[in-house]
């Protein structure tokens, strides 16, 4: 019996095994297991930046270094991991900030994390600190947006990521959001 090899399938074949390995993988993309929200989420908040806006530029554009700030009290601290990963791969893009030590230097945010789930209780201070600043403030915490959030994760009884948006607050803080994000919201305060 022969083996099958890639070079000995026909082009038609190949193409069709792509299509099936994407489709699956797409699929199992859009489901969100458990402890898998710790390396979804962080992803998701730095590939909305190109649909948010300040001064009419998006908040990802190109050239332009990125900072991001995280407050991670989690035990295993996943989250921040996750975002030092996604920063290490361009380190001349991205910085990255621990908020959940004090700095020393004043910086200029683009991206707020904040990583609690609906046992924690909101760091305040932060929210209070950055609710003037023309920052996006991103977290997975259900009274974030009520609380002066931006954009807040969640995963629905379908185990499928959501999108909740506060435009009240964007607008408030001079950020403006894109249509192509507004789509994908399952909640808009306006």
């Known amino acids: 019996m022969q083996a099958v090899t890639i070079t000995s ?8 095994l792509c299509l099936v390995f ?3 993988w797409q699929l199992g993309a859009a489901k969100v297991k458990k402890g898998d929200k710790a390396e979804l989420f962080p992803a998701l908040a730095v590939n909305i930046l190109p649909f948010v806006d300040r001064d009419g530029q998006s908040l990802n554009e190109s050239g332009k270094v990125v900072y991001i700030g995280v407050y991670d009290r989690n035990r295993n601290r996943r989250v921040f991991k996750t975002f030092e990963g996604l920063c290490d791969k361009q380190p001349e893009r991205y910085m990255l900030y621990d908020l959940s030590e004090a700095m020393e230097e004043e910086v200029v945010f683009d991206l707020i994390y904040i990583a609690s789930d ?3 209780v909101l760091p305040m201070e932060i929210l209070d600190y950055f609710s003037d600043k023309a920052v996006l403030v991103v977290g997975e ?6 609380a002066g959030g931006i954009v807040r994760f969640r995963t629905s009884e379908g185990k499928k990521a959501e999108l909740g948006i506060n435009l009240k607050q964007a607008k408030l803080v001079g950020l403006s959001i894109r249509s192509q994000l507004l789509r994908r919201a399952t909640e808009l305060i306006r």
């Open 22 to 24: 994407l489709c699956s």
């Open 141 to 146: 915490h259900d009274e974030l947006l009520e």
């Open 9 to 16: 399938l026909k082009p038609v074949w190949i193409v069709l």
């Open 118 to 120: 609906k046992s924690d």
